[in-house]
């Protein structure tokens, strides 16, 4: 099976921007697709967005769309999620995932192997 661990959380500003890495090891990480979820506090896990394991494909949710991109180097082993003009409502622990569906369409049980998740905190 394939780990994953995220970096790149911590604290921004209203309109401001993070990256995030999702580095993974052990099965071959370009067999997965990729994913990013959050939770944030008193909430239900959600989509954020999934990149096919070529990178040729992309899915968002419509809640970060134009603001987050998805991306990864599978020479790396890393995939990433670019954050741009942060809200306070983006805070939340950012989760990546793997899953090993071809085009998986967002639901969490698509995705069997996940990080521990990165703190997100966006101040206005």
């Known amino acids: 099976q394939v780990q994953v661990v995220e970096s790149g959380g911590g604290l921004a500003q209203a309109g401001g921007s993070l990256r995030l890495s999702c580095a993974a090891s052990g099965r071959t990480f370009s067999n997965y697709d990729m994913g990013w979820f959050r939770q944030a506090p008193g909430k239900e896990r959600e989509f954020v967005a999934s990149?096919?394991?070529?990178?040729?494909?992309?899915n968002y949710a419509d809640s970060v769309k134009g603001r987050f991109t998805i991306s990864r180097d599978n020479a790396k082993n890393t995939a990433y999620l670019q954050m741009n003009s942060l809200r306070p409502e983006d805070t939340a622990v950012y989760y990546c995932?793997?899953?090993?569906?071809?085009?998986?369409?967002?639901?969490?049980?698509?995705?069997?192997?996940w990080g521990q998740g990165t703190q997100v905190t966006v101040s206005s």
């Open positions: 995932a793997a899953s090993p569906i071809v085009g998986p369409t967002g639901r969490i049980s698509e995705f069997p192997y």
């Open positions: 990149i096919s394991r070529g990178g040729g494909r992309t």
